[in-house]
Nanobody, 120 residues
Framework: QVQLVESGGGLVQPGGSLRLSCAASGSVFSRNDMAWYRQVPEKQRELVASISSSGDTSYAGSVKGRFAISRDNAKNTVSLQMNSLKPEDTAVYYC??????????????WGRGTQVTVSS
């Protein structure tokens, strides 16, 4: 079982920055692929950024160049640095972990989410 706890959300003005953090416990963190998703009411949860166990990163087109995902395997944390924030970035942000069981099977775990509101 993997427990994920997000922190760092809040209210920020357009153009501002926030840094989200996710603390993981309960598994060998370095083996997990990690990601940040976001969701607004009445819309599907969307992938924002991901980082593999080997450190490869990928981003949604809407955040590329503004957001940066990173991980610290020594501290069992994954972070999302969000710059040049826009009102459309307003959402609940969720930390996600994909834990490999074997070459074919994995388990998915979610945090409870942290609210990010971009507004003047």
């Amino acid at each position: 079982q993997v427990q994920l706890v997000e922190s760092g959300g809040g209210l920020v003005q357009p153009g501002g920055s926030l840094r989200l953090s996710c603390a993981a416990s309960g598994s060998v963190f370095s083996r997990n692929d990690m990601a940040w998703y976001r969701q607004v009411p009445e819309k599907q949860r969307e992938l924002v950024a991901s980082i593999s166990s080997s450190g490869d990163t990928s981003y949604a087109g809407s955040v590329k160049g503004r957001f940066a995902i990173s991980r610290d395997n020594a501290k069992n944390t994954v972070s999302l640095q969000m710059n040049s924030l826009k009102p459309e970035d307003t959402a609940v942000y969720y930390c996600h972990a994909r834990q490999p069981i074997n070459n074919l099977v994995h388990r998915d775990f979610w945090g409870r989410g942290t609210q990010v509101t971009v507004s003047s």
